[in-house]
């Protein structure tokens, strides 16, 4: 038996619909006169023209079936949303879909083929040359990373290209992906996370600070109430206010550091404020005059650290709005108050202002304007800080006229303060006093301030006090350090609340300012009493007062 072909097996197909269609039409017969030769012929004609007539049909079928895919693929180049692209041996632009003449900013109709390398900034020429020869050199895909020039106003683009030659090596076919913005969100979690590490290291650096600093105002304070020359009354004064400046450094890194995805809580603006105007401190003064009006105003809710960080931003991008060396007649005002329900704080400058068109676009994390020292991505991220404290951030400006930033936060819900304990005098002996630090100078200060109204006992280790404590609770009043070695305040609290839950209610915590995430769900989750360094006397005394009365309340 014969095996059939492919394009036999077609015909024959042909054929048959040819027959079929031919009986469907109902064709008139050929002459019976004529011979069986002549009818036969004259069917064959008929049949093989209706066969024409049949592949004529395939034929154009085939044609708009070939015409809607082209159209559909013609679509699907021009309007991707990524961008497509045909560039020759010299890197000129022969074919572009609209998604790449937008990114490259591109105007092909009307204008010969332009040079891709002149679209780019001049830092990634050298890179871009290599890649279109590494196209053409290879039948393998090619990848470069570039970025747009500036031009007519547009911002640059960070573009992805991928690329390989075509079948014929006459030009090489470039697929674009415009990576901005990505691009802008790394750059924004490397700042992120490079503040987070700096945020860890002050915390260190001013926890380290505050132990010293708790002494040595204590020492500086005894040097101005004893001493005996004006002369020596005035050194020991100018010695106190360098401690205390220094102190509300690094309070202000204290308030930096803390945990910024911790609850919202009710938190003094004028505070905070002062606080970042502290670390901003010697940047506010070199650069222009503050002109403070902090009004009295209730607390808001809010998280001190985003809280801080927004208005820290907000002060050193008006610093830097400034023409340099003009600082007398710069002038940067802060103010607070209270409308209704809510607190405002302004931080202004009367720098050089801004065009309606950027002030416009000011929030927005895509433009790639500055202001001041400021990025919009940067004045987002601040727009993110004050809506996540369920407030607003505004602006305000015009050429010439400077810039005003308005900070509008929500009051917290006064609550009604717990009545203070009584306080009274000791019968039958001293109240006893026990002081957990790994600062031995910082415990002998404290023996030093209580003996006069307290027995004092001190120990330098946690794991110390739990046994000394195991044996003899009968302390009125603790004062532990939070961060100790081996054993921390939180741990021997800890053990307190569960083995002497009376005397656990006697501690009163005391920080130099590290506040790490757990440490901050410990404080939020637990009843406590807190003293941070560097502390003054008055507020030592009044704690141990207060907390010595608790027992005899």
């Not at 054993?487 to 569960?498: D, E, F, I, N, Y």
């Not at 995430?517 to 410990?522: D, L, Q």
Request: net charge negative; hydrophobic share 45%; glycine share 6%.
């Amino acid at each position: 038996m014969t095996r059939r072909t492919g394009s036999e097996r077609e015909r024959e197909a042909l054929r048959r619909k040819a027959e079929a269609r031919f009986a469907e039409r109902g064709e008139a017969p050929v002459d019976a006169g004529a011979s069986a030769e002549t009818q036969r012929l004259l069917h064959e004609l008929q049949v093989h023209q209706l066969e024409l007539e049949l592949q004529n049909e395939e034929l154009e079928a085939s044609r708009v079936q070939a015409e809607q895919h082209a159209a559909r693929y013609a679509a699907l180049y021009e309007f991707a949303p990524v961008g497509y692209l045909s560039i020759d041996r010299e890197a000129r632009v022969l074919r572009a879909n609209q998604c790449a003449t937008q990114q490259l900013g591109l105007e092909l109709q009307g204008a010969g083929p332009a040079l891709f390398v002149t679209l780019l900034d001049p830092s990634c020429h050298q890179r871009f040359r290599a890649f279109v020869t590494g196209c053409f050199a290879s039948p393998a895909h090619a990848a470069c990373e570039v970025r747009t020039a500036a031009s007519r106003g547009s911002a640059p683009r960070a573009l992805e290209l991928t690329g390989v030659r075509a079948d014929d090596g006459s030009e090489c076919r470039v697929v674009m992906l415009d990576v901005t913005e990505r691009k802008q969100a790394e750059a924004a979690l490397v700042q992120a996370e490079r503040l987070a590490t700096l945020g860890l290291v002050a915390a260190n650096v001013s926890h380290e600070l505050n132990n010293p600093l708790t002494y040595l105002r204590a020492a500086v304070e005894q040097l101005v109430h004893d001493a005996a020359s004006p002369q020596l009354l005035a050194c020991a004064e100018e010695a106190l206010d360098g401690v205390r400046r220094i102190e509300a450094v690094t309070r202000g890194l204290d308030t930096f550091s803390r945990d910024d995805q911790g609850p919202l809580v009710p938190t003094e603006v004028n505070a905070t404020l002062e606080a970042a105007m502290a670390i901003a401190a010697h940047e506010l003064q070199a650069t222009a005059t503050v002109e403070r009006d902090l009004g009295e105003v209730p607390r808001v809710l809010a998280n001190e650290a985003r809280l801080g960080q927004l208005l820290l931003n907000l002060l050193v991008n008006a610093s830097r709005s400034f023409t340099p060396h003009e600082a007398s007649r710069n002038r940067l005002t802060v103010r607070t108050w209270a409308e209704g329900e809510a607190v405002l704080v302004e931080i202004g400058d009367n720098g050089p202002g801004l065009p309606p068109q950027v002030l416009a676009r000011l929030f927005d994390p895509l433009a790639t304007h500055q202001v001041g020292s400021s990025s919009s991505l940067g004045l987002a991220i601040c727009k993110r800080l004050v809506g996540s404290l369920g407030g607003d951030l505004t602006a305000t400006s015009a050429p010439g006229a400077g810039t005003r930033f308005r900070v509008r936060l929500q009051q917290a819900v006064a609550v009604a303060a717990a009545p203070a304990p009584r306080v009274e005098v000791a019968l039958g002996g001293k109240p006893r006093v026990l002081v957990i630090d790994d600062e031995p100078r910082l415990t002998g200060l404290l023996k030093r301030l209580l003996t006069p109204a307290y027995q004092v006992t001190t120990v330098e280790a946690a794991r110390d006090a739990q046994r000394l404590l195991a044996g003899d609770a009968a302390f009125d009043v603790i004062f532990c350090d939070l961060m100790m070695p081996v054993m921390s305040g939180m741990q021997l609290h800890t053990w307190l609340v569960a083995e002497h839950p009376g005397l656990a209610a006697r501690v009163i915590f005391m920080t130099g300012g590290v506040f790490s995430p757990a440490v901050s769900a410990y404080l939020e989750q637990t009843p406590h009493r807190l003293v941070l360094k560097p502390f003054d006397v008055d507020t030592v005394l009044a704690e141990a007062a207060e907390v010595a009365a608790l027992k005899k309340g």
